[in-house]
């Protein structure tokens, strides 16, 4: 069973300072890397995709992989009260073509 | 602008009752997905379609649930006979083809049981 795991959390973090979320998986094939937010009562919605090794940015959010390490992290910089959510990592399974998701962490910004 | 649809937003059900749920994806996206979300399971993967064939739905209990693409433009998924642990948000995704393809989620059926 190919797994995808993330620290539940409570992530508690003060506005204005950088929020990191981390992800490892199993499967050392995995070649597509997603992170959604998903807020209470909402559904998941795509934020950001990696698919090389290294950081992608894009405005305050910047993915990392690490295929070496099987590890996946998102960086919030300048965290907004508005960031709080659910951030749901999801690493695509290319034998099965489909998403696998972890559990979730929860994060919240404190103004 | 393209979104996944899915229909209806809420329902309420006694148990026994047949529940259909129903997703228009993305137009040209050719993967579909059903997911479930829990408080205590988070998102479980039910059902998959491409190309409007079943790829897997290992995660479906086989006797009460069933999955269907009968169009492009649209995937069922249907319970029968409902129980209240059936109770969860249901969410249909949607996405394009290749390995590398990202999901796309509709707004969810909150699905009560009672």
């Known amino acids: 069973q190919k797994e995808v795991e993330q620290n539940s959390g409570p992530l508690s973090v003060p506005e204005g300072a950088i929020a990191s979320l981390n992800c490892t998986y199993s499967?050392?094939?995995?070649?597509?890397f997603f992170w959604y937010r998903q807020y209470s009562g909402k559904s998941p919605e795509l934020i950001m995709s990696i698919y090389s090794n290294g950081d992608k940015e894009d405005g305050r959010f910047t993915a990392q992989l690490n295929k070496a390490s099987q590890y996946v992290s998102l960086l919030i910089r300048d965290s907004q009260p508005s960031d709080s959510a659910t951030y749901l990592c999801?690493?695509?399974?290319?034998?099965?073509?489909?998403?696998?998701f972890g559990q979730g962490t929860r994060l919240t910004i404190n103004p | 602008d393209a979104r996944v649809t899915q229909t209806p937003r809420d329902k309420v059900t006694e148990m026994g009752q047949e529940v259909t749920m129903r997703c228009q994806p993305i137009?040209?996206?050719?993967?579909v997905f059903w997911y479930r979300q829990t408080m205590m399971q988070g998102l479980e993967l039910l059902a998959y379609f491409r190309n409007r064939a079943p790829l897997d739905d290992s995660g479906m209990p086989k006797d009460r649930f069933s999955a269907e693409m009968p169009d492009a433009t649209l995937a069922t998924l249907k319970i029968q006979p409902s129980e209240p642990r059936d109770s969860a948000v249901y969410f249909c995704a949607s996405g394009g083809t290749g390995g590398l393809t990202e999901a796309f989620f509709g707004q969810g059926t909150r699905l009560t049981v009672v």
């Open positions: 999801a690493v695509n399974d290319q034998g099965a073509q489909k998403l696998v």
């Open positions: 137009l040209g996206h050719n993967t």
């Open positions: 499967d050392r094939v995995s070649q597509s």
